[in-house]
């Protein structure tokens, strides 16, 4: 079993900062590819970023040059700063973590508005 446990969200006005932590306990387990998605109200789940082990990284094309995915192996986090954030950044936002099985956090909210 991976637990993950997400930091760091909450409310920013629009052209705000915000930064997202996820801390995986790995219980010997070897974790692969880490993400962020969220999901805002009526709308599906959607891939935000992903990061690899060797930090080969991946973005949705509406967050690229405003987010940044980074990772911590030694820790075990994976982080998302996100900058310049939107209203329509709005969303509940998920970390993700792969080995054999893929796990989930429980979600933190991001709230963009004036």
């Known amino acids: 079993q991976v637990q993950l446990v997400e930091s760091g969200g909450g409310l920013v006005q629009p052209g705000g900062s915000l930064r997202l932590s996820c801390a995986a306990s790995?219980?010997?387990?070897?974790?692969?590819?880490m993400a962020w998605y969220r999901q805002a109200p009526g709308k599906q789940r959607e891939l935000v970023a992903s990061?690899?082990?060797?930090?080969?990284?991946d973005y949705a094309d509406s967050v690229k040059g405003r987010f940044t995915i980074s990772r911590d192996n030694a820790k075990n986090t994976v982080y998302l700063q996100m900058n310049s954030l939107k209203p329509e950044d709005t969303a509940v936002y998920y970390c993700?973590?792969?080995?054999?099985?893929?796990?989930w956090g429980q979600g933190t909210q991001v709230t963009v508005s004036l």
């Open positions: 790995r219980n010997g387990f070897s974790i692969k590819t």
């Open positions: 993700y973590a792969e080995t054999r099985v893929a796990y």
């Open positions: 990061i690899t082990t060797n930090s080969r990284t």
